[in-house]
């Protein structure tokens, strides 16, 4: 799930996935869905991530899929949808990287697209990232994007935590750590786990004798927004080491906060987005998946969003 709000029309939009079909919405002022489309790509490949993002200069809003399927001859089958006619049209399409909309300008709109490499070891190439444009209904390559060695195109926003200056690159590594950067410099990494989804990503290799399995897992988008109204973001990511839990970081007089709060949803949270509030705190929504088997492999997900009191 993703959630944005137009820089054109104003509109307040939600993006949904069940891994085989996305679903696009609008939030009207009275916090009612109303349906705009529905589109199912084909059966090859099944859907782990969806985002907004607005990709053309005329404010049009895009939806990102990235997909994924185990064949060797499909592995990453990435597209952009957006809208024609009050139908969902293919922008692009058959894109073999990890995709990835980013707030890079403090736009308070995903209008930057980034693409990182497959990697047969490690699912995500170390260091990579290469900004692209929406060129003709193609993607063209615009350079090469300075990002860490253990950046990975999942879980990761762009967010002013550090104030005024370069905004900073937050994202979860492979060890569940939140990691915040400026640039190839470091200045924060997490002690306690975060993130953890529900979607695994198997890849085959033949490293060791018989072949291997290793699994992935697309981490949930970190949230940057606003709580306080100062200006100033926090990020508040999921911890579904414990369900229920999300982590709010932000920078005080000492240094980055990590806190740890209960949120009160009782289920994985998969996805968190914000509508911002008329003259008060944004409302936050969220994804939560309620298990009904041991294995976790069956359950329910309610989309909550939360009121703020006066």
Same mark, same amino acid.
């Given at each position: 799930?993703?959630?944005?709000?137009?820089?054109?029309?104003?509109?307040?939009?939600?993006?949904?996935?069940?891994?085989?079909?996305?679903?696009?919405?609008?939030?009207?002022?009275?916090?009612?869905?109303?349906?705009?489309?529905?589109?199912?790509?084909?059966?090859?490949?099944?859907?782990?991530?969806?985002?907004?993002?607005?990709?053309?200069?005329?404010?049009?809003?895009?939806?990102?899929?990235?997909?994924?399927?185990?064949?060797?001859?499909?592995?990453?089958?990435?597209?952009?949808?957006?809208?024609?006619?009050?139908?969902?049209?293919?922008?692009?399409?058959?894109?073999?990287?990890?995709?990835?909309?980013?707030?890079?300008?403090?736009?308070?709109?995903?209008?930057?697209?980034?693409?990182?490499?497959?990697?047969?070891?490690?699912?995500?190439?170390?260091?990579?990232?290469?900004?692209?444009?929406?060129?003709?209904?193609?993607?063209?390559?615009?350079?090469?994007?300075?990002?860490?060695?253990?950046?990975?195109?999942?879980?990761?926003?762009?967010? /002013?935590?550090?104030?005024?200056?370069?905004?900073?690159?937050?994202?979860?590594?492979?060890? /569940?750590?939140?990691?915040?950067?400026?640039?190839?410099?470091?200045?924060?990494?997490?002690?306690?786990?975060?993130?953890?989804?529900?979607?695994?990503?198997?890849?085959?290799?033949?490293?060791?004798?018989?072949?291997?399995?290793?699994?992935?897992?697309?981490?949930?988008?970190?949230?940057?927004?606003?709580?306080?109204?100062?200006?100033?973001?926090?990020?508040?990511?999921?911890? /579904?080491?414990?369900?229920?839990?999300?982590?709010?970081?932000?920078?005080?007089?000492?240094?980055?906060?990590?806190?740890?709060?209960?949120?009160?949803?009782?289920?994985?949270?998969?996805?968190?987005?914000?509508?911002?509030?008329?003259?008060?705190?944004?409302?936050?929504?969220?994804?939560?998946?309620?298990?009904? /088997?041991?294995?976790?492999?069956?359950?329910?997900?309610?989309?909550?969003?939360?009121?703020?009191?006066?």
């Amino acid at each position: 799930m993703d959630i944005a709000i137009g820089s054109k029309d104003r509109i307040v939009r939600m993006a949904v996935t069940d891994g085989e079909r996305v679903w696009l919405y609008r939030i009207t002022p009275e916090r009612v869905l109303e349906p705009e489309w529905t589109y199912k790509p084909d059966s090859r490949a099944r859907v782990f991530s969806v985002q907004l993002a607005e990709l053309s200069s005329d404010s049009t809003v895009h939806v990102v899929v990235n997909r994924y399927s185990a064949i060797q001859a499909i592995l990453v089958n990435s597209l952009i949808l957006t809208t024609k006619e009050q139908k969902a049209v293919v922008a692009v399409d058959e894109v073999n990287e990890i995709l990835i909309a980013v707030d890079a300008n403090g736009d308070g709109v995903n209008k930057t697209l980034w693409a990182q490499s497959f990697a047969q070891t490690g699912f995500f190439k170390q260091g990579d990232a290469t900004r692209m444009t929406l060129r003709n209904g193609k993607l063209v390559s615009d350079g090469k994007v300075r990002v860490p060695s253990s950046f990975r195109a999942t879980g990761a926003t762009f967010s /002013n935590v550090n104030g005024k200056g370069e905004r900073a690159l937050a994202f979860i590594d492979e060890f /569940n750590r939140l990691r915040i950067a400026v640039g190839n410099d470091e200045t924060f990494r997490s002690s306690a786990p975060v993130g953890t989804g529900m979607a695994k990503l198997g890849v085959e290799t033949q490293i060791e004798r018989g072949g291997r399995t290793y699994v992935y897992s697309p981490e949930p988008m970190p949230l940057s927004v606003d709580l306080d109204g100062d200006g100033i973001e926090e990020i508040v990511v999921a911890q /579904n080491q414990i369900p229920g839990r999300l982590a709010v970081i932000y920078k005080g007089p000492a240094g980055y906060r990590f806190q740890t709060v209960n949120s009160g949803f009782e289920g994985t949270v998969m996805a968190l987005g914000a509508v911002p509030g008329e003259g008060g705190p944004p409302s936050l929504v969220a994804a939560v998946v309620r298990y009904t /088997n041991f294995r976790q492999t069956e359950g329910e997900t309610q989309i909550i969003m939360t009121t703020s009191s006066e």
